[in-house]
């Protein structure tokens, strides 16, 4: 991979902002505002550039700002933004531990056009930033993880008024205690269609709320709602006639009957179902709760008792071809053995998405058939198969016969090899995620060859201990859209290869590098005569 002349650009002004007099008259908004983030991905925002900041790029053209993680955003750069005549549509604020108060009114006051706001992990804010926004148009409203966020957080009075001067919102992700549902449904009505908020405390009440005040909800997450019964859940499925996404999962309470018959009415427009987690011991009903719904295209049921291969193939029998996503992963789980997955490789004909993580008696040599055919294999996107006693001759179909594979998931597989990570990079340019944790035979020369063919994003490499800061190095030459990345146990990888990593990436990396044993002063170097990467502290 390499660097696209417009981020090569970017990344030296943000570097030498100064010396730039005429910037802010000559970039386009979009380049300002992806000068924006990148200054706060790599804590530029030093208080000598502030006036550079507010000149050239706080200008009233600005719609769209994110601004995450960064220490010296502070409420004085956002009252300099909010002073700026800027009309938002786009506001993400995100653990911006100085941020109180006065910053959030000075950034949101007059933001009339504002569609989205997410406000996440400010800790220092006050139930009272409830009542500065109003923005009558806005759509998707996140307010979580806050500091002291609990049930004296905010009162009934401020998140009322908050509803009624934002009447607009249609996703709501809040995190508030299960009492405040019902204020949601009275006062949002048919305007929400998406609600993600605590349940695990929820009561009939609130979800008969829901019922009752939205039918046009269309995608809700019940995981961990233990207490939710059937007639309550009933009155909500028969209300919302558009859901299309659900989850269930942990729901303990309809796992046993007489309330597990609540599965049976489930919403006919559902397209994804989780239940996850779902200690439902019925066979039929899970059979007929699932096989029963026309439109459904995505299904997880990760530790469900019910779910055998007996059951597993007259589900894929009857619905395996509208099947995009299929997620049958377990903890401890070994009911599902390869007899269940040749029925999904016979049935399930246009799979996208598939996990079999965690299956205790799983080879999966009967899934074969998925990517010998070139058409199949073609479809897969995402794939998790790290089974402790996944088949070699498997492993190695898979990586050269997904050529649109974009998420692989084969930790802890000791079989994986450097060739075979050569062998995916070849046949794989469209992948972003790979996860190796535990794939011990990995080493340098695999990393470092895929880092050239593929558009990574996120790694998790902990547990690699052959690897050094070569493959970091790598990585940072040629894989500038790195997100995060899991290096744990990675002895031989330095803190300061890691630093150059983060500078390097355009946003900012995430990175989760733990060695307690290493030695401090360990570095790897290149080597200008040879090009190659070696222990410079050995030198």
Request: hydrophobic share 40%.
């Amino acid at each position: 991979m390499v660097w696209k002349l417009s981020d090569l650009c970017l990344q030296c002004i943000q570097q030498h902002l100064h010396r730039y007099p005429d910037l802010g008259c000559n970039l386009t908004t979009v380049h300002k505002e992806m000068l924006i983030d990148r200054l706060a991905c790599h804590d530029l925002f030093f208080s000598d550039r502030l006036i550079h900041i507010k000149n050239h790029l706080f200008t009233s053209s600005l719609r769209h700002i994110n601004l995450q993680r960064c220490p010296q955003i502070t409420d004085q750069v956002l009252q300099l933004l909010g002073s700026s005549g800027c009309k938002l549509e786009v506001l993400i604020l995100n653990k911006l531990e100085s941020v109180t108060d006065a910053g959030i009114q000075a950034v949101t006051q007059a933001q009339d056009a504002l569609l989205v706001l997410h406000l996440k992990y400010l800790r220092n804010v006050t139930q009272n930033i409830l009542n500065f926004i109003t923005a009558p148009k806005l759509w998707f409203f996140k307010l979580e993880h806050c500091y002291n966020q609990s049930k004296t957080w905010t009162n009934a009075t401020s998140l009322s008024s908050f509803l009624v001067r934002n009447p607009s919102i249609k996703v709501l992700k809040i995190t508030l205690p299960h009492d405040f549902i019902p204020i949601i449904a009275k006062h949002l009505r048919s305007s929400l269609e998406e609600l993600r908020t605590s349940f695990q405390l929820a009561t009939d009440d609130s979800i008969e709320h829901l019922a009752q005040y939205c039918p046009n909800l269309n995608k809700l997450d019940l995981n961990g709602a233990k207490s939710v019964g059937k007639d309550s859940l009933i009155k909500l499925f028969q209300a919302c006639t558009q859901m299309v996404n659900l989850d269930l999962g942990y729901c303990s309470r309809i796992s046993s009957p007489p309330e597990c018959e609540v599965l049976w009415t489930l919403p006919q427009s559902l397209t994804s179902l989780s239940l996850c987690g779902m200690m439902l011991q019925d066979k039929e009903i899970l059979v007929e709760c699932i096989t029963r719904l026309p439109r459904l295209t995505a299904l997880k049921l990760c530790g469900v008792p019910a779910l055998t291969d007996e059951t597993l193939t007259q589900i894929a029998e009857k619905i395996g071809n509208r099947l995009l996503g299929l997620n049958l992963s377990g903890i401890g789980v070994n009911e599902i053995t390869d007899i269940g997955l040749k029925a999904v490789a016979k049935y399930c004909t246009h799979l996208e998405a598939l996990h079999i993580s965690m299956l205790r008696e799983v080879t999966g040599v009967t899934l074969a058939p998925i990517f010998l055919d070139p058409n199949r294999a073609s479809k897969i996107t995402e794939l998790a198969a790290n089974c402790k006693k996944m088949d070699v001759n498997l492993l190695d179909q898979i990586m050269y016969s997904c050529p649109n594979l974009k998420i692989l998931d084969v930790s802890g597989l000791n079989e994986v090899t450097d060739q075979m990570i050569i062998t995916l990079a070849d046949h794989s340019p469209k992948l972003t995620q790979l996860h190796l944790k535990g794939c011990k035979q990995v080493t340098d020369a695999a990393i470092c060859y895929l880092s050239g063919c593929c558009p990574l994003t996120s790694m998790c490499l902990s547990g690699l201990h052959a690897l050094t800061d070569k493959s970091i190095f790598c990585l940072a030459s040629s894989c500038p859209q790195l997100e995060e990345i899991y290096l744990n146990g990675c002895a031989n990888i330095s803190p300061v290869a890691v630093q150059y990593l983060k500078d390097c990436c355009l946003g900012r990396l995430y990175v989760k590098h733990n060695i307690p044993n290493a030695n401090p002063n360990q570095l790897m170097a290149k080597n200008l005569d040879t090009g190659e990467f070696c222990r410079a502290d050995l030198l």
